[in-house]
């Protein structure tokens, strides 16, 4: 298979597999449908192409919308910032490549699913890891299969079409992640590690030899010494050009920025609202309306937790009574004012309590004792006064002595039983330590449980840039972008203004940024439909800037673009010519000059030695990194023999090998072909999903369209 031989050549890819990426609410409906994905249309209404069929914006579209309500439903997110959307289009994106790639490979080699093996899955002897996450008990830690199985016939049995469509949707994620597993493993199956491989990993690693060397480097020279004008650089260029080929499509932009971030006086505006807004809304009979009708977000009639609310609202809204107003507070951005709407019970206990975690330092009992003894001492110094926080910050052994050892607020069952049931029967102020199965726990409880949750009424407004700031800086940039038609009148201008132009070096179809300033899918839009030379009208960076760009440079990928390398073929052309240059003085040198000794003397050079080197280890002392050098010292069999001028990857050098050592008689090449295996199969994990792309010839046009 043409995918088995490509995963064998590559090494090292950090692709990520295709797997649980997709997430539970992009699974597959190709699994159980035969709509296709794919259709005719021109180009500019093709969002991509697969193995020549084309993927329509309509289809992809339709889909996209599918996959952004289900999000919003599953995280009950009203509205998604572009960076959600970002990652629910890339989503949608792989799903469709999966659905079209993989379905014709498991076809192809009769990889399936039967519903036997779903059900072991669900509630067999092979239960998926997420059934049992969902389905153990907080409490004892412990999973029982009936509930799965109660549970499941409540579904089916019952008629909520929306729990059978939940469900519906995890059993076809189930069955995408069990084909996506089995085609690795098959993958995996035919690729090893042949005995040849394994014999040369264990030479290259034992196999040594002692060296003494003399080294010219690169650095020695400086690079305003190497002039080249412009045709030598095209014909270094033309002559090497395969190096010079870009990996990917890019562009470079220069810019300008206007920022319309809320001012003091926008501000002020907001928070003289607020003030004002108190006693209305403290006289309001609807609640529910007045919210909606002035604040930023709709009523929420839901009940909740101290946890759920602020901390500086917290106290009032649980003493208080029914109607109470609080506020207005300044948090996150935003003035916020709540309004008291309702008490009710809830069915388990809050509660609040700070802990100093001291793990025993081993698994015996000593280590066990110690760590109690420890613990004894803590909580007496804290009963002697000294600040329980910073001696959480100093003795604690979890996440949450960075914060003092406050465990926040948390529901009764959300800790082990010990820890749970020690804070619940006990009273704001008492402080102890207690044993669990993490450690010796310094507790001390900083609140009374309750059960009592909160209704509020939260009428809010964020400090947003208002209309006439916007409009200030919108025209502004207008005005600049009107008088900079091309790239000469936009830097002439930039400079009158005393602008700082920013540059985004390599900017990529799929990104959604440009360096220092999010959400600007709109500027890398433009650059991928623009001319070099080309200027762009006024953009929206971020939600809160304009921005006007000029697009110098365009790398297509597989393509060698001399403008685009031009730096790179600079540095190139310097190294080789200081290469040439250093060869000629070693040649030299060594005309007449038999040892490395007397070549040392000649050039005023010191020697310097490297004991066992091996072809694996690319480190030269007092050189640096240079792979070509010891792979040279690798394949060397004379012993005593100058050799140079050899051309490395940091320097020129002469040298010679005064004794090889060969790798130790070995018969058993087991391990090395295990390490082997193991890193192809790793790489398979990896990199299939991407070598599928290629084999395709996947072309991805969404930037055409978002």
């Keep these: 298979m043409a995918i088995l031989t490509k995963i064998r050549n590559r090494s090292g890819l950090a692709i990520g597999a295709v797997g649980l990426a997709l997430g539970l609410f992009v699974v597959s409906d190709a699994l159980n449908s035969n709509r296709g994905w794919f259709g005719s249309g021109s180009q500019t209404n093709n969002v991509g192409e697969i193995d020549g069929e084309t993927i329509g914006i309509k289809q992809f579209d339709d889909k996209l919308q599918y996959n952004m309500e289900n999000f919003q439903k599953r995280t009950q997110q009203e509205n998604l910032d572009e960076a959600t959307r970002g990652q629910v289009r890339d989503q949608t994106w792989n799903q469709m490549l999966n659905d079209f790639m993989l ?10 699913i039967s519903e036997e093996e779903l059900a072991d899955m669900i509630y067999g002897n092979n239960i998926h890891a997420q059934i049992k996450q969902s389905f153990t008990d907080p409490n004892t830690g412990m999973f029982d299969v009936n ?27 189930l069955v995408t992640e069990t084909l996506q597993r089995k085609y690795a493993t098959l993958l995996k199956k035919g690729l090893y590690a042949t005995s040849l491989e394994a014999k040369n990993l264990y030479t290259n690693r034992t196999q040594t030899a002692d060296v003494n060397f003399v080294a010219l480097a690169y650095n020695t020279i400086a690079d305003s010494s190497i002039t080249a004008d412009e045709s030598d650089l095209k014909s270094y260029f033309k002559k090497n050009m395969e190096k010079f080929k870009e990996r990917e499509n890019s562009r470079k932009l ?20 607020a003030f004002e807004q108190v006693e209305q809304f403290k006289a309001a009979d609807n609640d529910t309306a007045y919210v909606d009708i002035n604040s930023d977000a709709k009523f ?24 109470t107003v609080i506020g207005p507070v300044f948090e996150n951005g935003k003035y916020s004012i709540y309004k008291i709407s309702g ?88 402080q102890f330590v207690l044993k669990t199965q993490f450690g010796y726990h310094v507790i001390k409880i900083t609140e009374d449980k309750t059960k009592k949750m909160v209704c509020a009424g939260i009428l809010e407004r964020s400090v947003e840039a208002s209309e006439k700031t916007s409009t200030t800086a919108y025209n502004d940039a207008s005005q600049f972008a009107a008088s900079s038609r091309d790239v000469e009148s936009f830097n002439k201008n930039m400079d009158e203004k005393k602008m700082v132009k920013r540059v985004a070096e390599f900017v990529r179809e799929t990104d959604n940024f440009l360096p220092g300033y999010n959400e600007a899918r709109e500027a890398v839009r433009w650059a991928f439909n623009a001319k070099v030379g080309d200027v762009s009208e006024v953009m929206t960076v971020g939600g809160d800037k304009y921005v006007i760009a000029t697009l110098t440079m365009i790398r297509e990928k597989g393509k060698a673009n001399f403008d685009a390398s031009k730096d790179r073929v600079t540095n190139d052309y310097r190294k080789d010519k200081k290469a040439e240059q250093l060869s000629e003085k070693l040649k030299l040198a060594m005309e007449g000059a038999g040892t490395l000794d007397a070549l040392s003397k000649k050039m005023n050079q010191s020697i310097t030695p490297i004991a066992s080197q091996t072809f694996e280890n690319g480190s030269i002392p007092y050189v640096g990194f240079d792979n070509s050098f010891a792979g040279t010292i690798a394949g060397t069999t004379g012993i005593n023999k100058l050799y140079g001028p050899v051309k490395g990857d940091a320097a020129i050098y002469a040298y010679q090998v005064s004794k090889i050592t060969p790798a130790p008689v ?41």
């Design 103 to 112: 379905m014709k490979e498991y076809d192809q080699l009769g990889v399936t």
């Design 666 to 706: 070995m018969t058993d090449f087991n391990q090395q072909k295990a390490e082997l295996n193991a890193s192809l199969q790793q790489r398979v994990e990896y990199s299939y999903f991407e070598i599928l792309k290629e084999l395709k010839n996947v072309k991805d046009n969404r930037f055409l369209f978002y």
């Design 147 to 173: 509930i799965v199985k109660r549970n499941l016939k409540q579904i089916t049995e019952g008629t909520d079409e929306k729990m059978k469509a939940q469900w519906k949707e995890f059993e076809d994620f």
């Design 300 to 323: 929420n009639s839901t009940a909740k937790r101290k946890s759920d609310f602020p901390e500086s609202v917290q106290a009032r809204l649980f003493h208080d009574s029914v109607g």
């Design 343 to 430: 008490i009710k019970q809830d069915s388990v206990f809050s509660m609040r309590a700070s802990h100093i975690l001291i793990r025993p330092e081993g698994a015996t009992n000593l280590d066990s004792s110690n760590a109690q003894i420890k613990a004894n001492d803590v909580l007496k110094r804290i009963k002697g006064g000294e600040d329980f926080a910073k001696l959480a910050q100093e003795f604690g052994t979890d996440g949450t002595k960075d914060r003092g050892g406050d465990l926040g607020w948390f529901p009764e069952g959300q800790m082990v039983k010990e820890f749970n049931d020690a804070v619940k029967n006990g009273k704001k102020g008492d």
């Design 254 to 273: 220069e810019f300008v920025v206007w920022d319309f971030a809320p001012t003091s006086e926008d501000s002020a505006e907001v928070q003289k609202w």
